[in-house]
């Protein structure tokens, strides 16, 4: 439902991703619960690249890496729906009147993607997701916890006497080699 959601406007395409026994994906130990960590891998809107920028070598163990977004040439291209403006090529005014602003103008932070501001527009889709999800599941509640750099979710029953917690991380593919890298 979340990559329905956001499938129009030029914001990561979201979905999860696919890790064969992942460090990053899986249960862990929450208190008196367990949470469940699952990797979401960001794919660029239509219009616009990533590139990922790895720490140096002391932050390497922590496999964090920054993501650059930049806009590309979609002059020639054919969007697969409808028709659409290049971002590079288009006067400000053509696109101000017939394009959503693009990611660099909404979830970036000079040219790099913000977590923070990624996590927020996340929660909203997340709970605008959970609404659209028919039927909803039966006697099961969805709380968004407060976070700044993941999305973390606590489902729990009617009676409040059983939960699970959620954390989703933002991760981009690195290279064709399966392997993905945390955007921090
Ligand atoms: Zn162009």
Redesign the pocket.
């Known amino acids: 439902m979340c990559q329905k959601l956001s499938g129009k406007s030029f914001v990561p395409r979201v979905k999860r991703a696919a890790v064969a026994g992942g460090a990053v994906e899986g249960w862990t130990p929450a208190g008196n619960s367990a949470a469940y960590r699952q990797l979401i891998s960001l794919e660029p809107p239509w219009g616009h690249t990533f590139h990922l920028e790895l720490g140096t070598a002391e932050e390497m163990p922590a496999r964090t890496s920054r993501l650059r977004v930049e806009l590309?040439?979609?002059?020639?291209r054919q969007h697969p729906a409808e028709d659409m403006l290049?971002?590079?090529?288009?006067s400000r005014e053509q696109l101000r009147g017939n394009q959503g602003a693009s990611l660099l103008d909404t979830l970036c932070t000079g040219p790099y993607l913000d977590v923070e501001k990624t996590t927020s527009w996340f929660q909203i889709l997340v709970k605008a997701a959970w609404v659209m999800t028919q039927p909803l599941p039966r006697d099961c509640y969805l709380t968004v916890l407060p976070s700044r750099r993941s999305c973390r979710l606590r489902l729990a029953n009617a009676s409040n006497t059983q939960c699970l917690l959620i954390e989703m991380m933002f991760g981009v593919q690195h290279g064709d080699s399966g392997t993905f890298l945390i955007v921090t």
């Open positions: 590309e040439c979609t002059c020639t290049c971002f590079l090529h288009h």
